[in-house]
């Protein structure tokens, strides 16, 4: 008598491939699948499901790349609050020095250095007076002023000769 | 050199994964028969198996997001679903009904039936549904973990790496349970050959 041998075990077994459902079956298995999906959602609570859809959401929008453009316009705001703090520093020093009243410094010995007993060159020391906008058309703007006086007074009397 | 394997539904899943519904549709549409071979014929049952495949493709949805593609999503989708079978026969227990006039019909213009019922073996004295009930119960008198190995090697054809990876398993012990199964399956239809009535 012959025996089963592995190989016709083997064989046996192949045939069980055919037990198979009706051809419907897997036409209507997705349908199932996604009524079954359905009841298993409503059955959770309204929370979960704004969770997942909120979460799915996220997925589907890519966060991560999104997450970029924020950082990105960051990072333009605050170069650009930089500069302007740099661009309005400098005219408020400008501002400042204008405002200020120019100072008429006299040096210690001014009385002395005006007297006519000492006629010569009279240095009058002053801090400029002009304003700031006249100072900038002048490259001597920072020099101080130097005024020179003749050592003979001047005068429109006729000069007498003896 | 062998080249690293590319998964054939990385597309699908990356899509699944960033929340398109429909690519998963397409994974259960190409996953749906040869899942319910390898689930009914563990189970021997087709309600059981139904609610089992639905419930599988329910779990696979729900933890799509953590599959990081170690493994190829064929492996995982058959790892998920042999253990929920496994889980699922240990809460039955023994009670299985069998399906025995489930056959298709195109098994009668098959080659290889026709094959096997020509030569001269035990085969073409039986009656082609009583063999195929022995069949049922020889399984069935098997262990669980046996039989999974026994279905998928010889009904669905897999090799024993790749049931080694979804058993998560030696090779070794694929080989042992598969040789173990087959002498099982052996002395019981060698019974049944001696004696037919039974």
């Known amino acids: 008598m012959n025996e089963f041998d592995d190989n016709e075990i083997a064989r046996l077994l192949r045939l069980k491939r055919y037990e198979q459902p009706p051809p419907a079956y897997f036409e209507n298995f997705l349908h199932e699948f996604h009524r079954r999906q359905r009841d298993e959602m409503l059955r959770q609570p309204l929370w979960r499901i704004c969770m997942e859809r909120a979460h799915s959401l996220m997925l589907r929008l890519d966060v991560r790349s999104l997450a970029s453009y924020p950082a990105a316009v960051a990072a333009v705001l605050l170069c650009a609050a930089l500069i302007s703090v740099k661009i309005y520093q400098q005219p408020e020093t400008a501002r400042v020095a204008l405002q200020s009243p120019p100072v008429l410094s006299v040096p210690a010995n001014a009385e002395e250095e005006l007297t006519l007993a000492s006629p010569g060159i009279v240095r009058i020391r002053t801090q400029p007076l002009r304003s700031f906008n006249e100072s900038a058309q002048t490259h001597r703007a920072a020099a101080p002023t130097r005024y020179v006086l003749d050592s003979v007074p001047v005068s429109y009397e006729p000069t007498f000769r003896f | ?198």
């Open chain 2, 1 to 198: 050199m062998d080249q690293p394997r590319v998964d054939p539904d990385q597309e699908l899943v990356k899509r699944t994964q960033s929340g398109d519904a429909g690519a998963f549709d397409e994974l259960v549409i190409k996953y749906t028969p040869r899942l319910y071979g390898l689930v009914y014929n563990m189970t021997s049952n087709h309600e059981d198996t139904n609610d089992l495949l639905q419930d599988i493709f329910a779990k696979a949805y729900r933890a799509i997001r953590g599959f990081r593609g170690k493994s190829s999503f064929y492996t995982w989708i058959h790892s998920i679903a042999v253990n929920m079978t496994l889980n699922f026969l240990k809460k039955r227990g023994r009670r299985f009904q069998l399906s025995l006039d489930d056959v298709d019909a195109s098994i009668q213009n098959d080659k290889e039936f026709l094959e096997s019922t020509a030569t001269s073996s035990p085969v073409r004295e039986a009656d082609l549904s009583e063999l195929q009930r022995r069949l049922n119960e020889a399984m069935m008198k098997l262990s669980d973990e046996h039989r999974a190995v026994v279905t998928m090697f010889h009904i669905q054809g897999m090799p024993h790496a790749e049931i080694s990876k979804i058993l998560r398993v030696s090779e070794g012990t694929v080989r042992s349970r598969l040789f173990y199964a087959n002498r099982q399956l052996q002395n019981y239809l060698d019974e049944f050959r001696k004696n037919p009535v039974s």
